[in-house]
């Protein structure tokens, strides 16, 4: 395994630096039709240990094992991200007959929302599929070459049975996060900032050791909107899709204004038609997408912002949602695209270093890669990278112990005891995938 650091700053316990740009051999091939994985569910395939996952609706990737790993830290993670990986593909030797999005050599990837810890993972093996294509890349240190991706694909163990949830208070009270909002609200009459994003954390820890595997079967099953990711200990469903390339075209789907599902058919209709007439939910959506769509103006043309946001209903919130697509003007990857959007104001708040100085004097905890970028990409540019939104992570030194997240855009008129409700709304997934409630 090669491991490298671009951070400049303190090395990580498990980084060795510096180290040579690794010079690697990526294979890729389809599974045939009668092969078991190629009709298997994806995330069944996936490890107990290093599982590596981005999946919609039965389409996607995952990944096990670790060829190459790259932490970064500091203003300079993305940058040094993209540097590390330009300079990978340049050395790989790439065997490709299946030449679409997600084959080929490929790296799973998850960015610190401030300048933390941030992570890229190019796998050992990666199964994808799209439709009814399944193909399956090793990727090796050049000394070490598979001719055949296909012997590798081995049966699973059975997954571990979940345990028992107690759950601890997060890094702020609940009292001293709503007097929180309570201040961003002043802060926003004052006309100081238009949007602040406060978000929370709570503390689960199992008797057993949390199979992540388990976890991403329930979101993936419950959750089928979004898109269920496993990198390097986070663990989620996002519903929220930063940015998309795919060649020239380039979408993203931003939400914001969130109200819970109803007790009944009746009472969801109402929430939802409270939910589009909410001025105060409409705005927060407003600044939303203006944040993603004046990023994605410095890259891309003919973009098609729609006028109104249409309603998106989850298992648990519904959200105001609006998808933004254009046509890129320059060959600018994902990776880069990722960068120049984040945070966006549904994950920060606006103006943008207004709200984040709001966030760092009173959320009062580490976000780590919460609501940070997490996705894959490869070597032509093509990738997704989502928000990482409604997940947790596992702690690496106690495997029993996970930590949740959940935040609010808080902008005038917002109230403390909904906001409060509407976190523990956007923690049912996790606390779902968890075997609780």
Sequence with gaps: MIFADGAGLSIASDVIAPAATPSLVARTTFVPADHPYATADLLSLVPANGALAWVRGGDGLIGWGETARLVVRGRERFSRAQRWWIDVIRHADIHDEVKVPGSGIVAFASFAFEPGRSVVVIPHILVGRSGDKTWVTAITDVNEPIDNPLLLLTPREERAESGEITWEEGTQPIAKWQRAISEVVEKINRGEVDKVVLARDVVARSTKPIDVRNLLTRL????????AFAVDGLVGATPE???????????SRVLAGTVRRGDDKNQDANLAEALLASDKDQE???YAVSSVAQALANHCTDLDVPNEPRLLRLENVQHLATDIT????????VLTLA???HPTAAVCGTPTERAANIIRALEGMDRNRYAGPVGWMDATGDGEFGIALRCGEIDADDPKRIRLFAGCGIVAGSDPVSELAESAAKLKPMRYALGCD
């Design 339 to 341: 960068a120049s959007l």
């Design 326 to 333: 254009g046509l890129l003007a320059d060959e600018i990857p």
């Design 241 to 251: 899709m930063l940015v998309k390339r795919r060649g020239d075209v380039v979408t």
């Design 220 to 227: 993936s099953s419950s959750y089928s909107e979004c898109w």
């Design 284 to 286: 927060e959506h407003e």
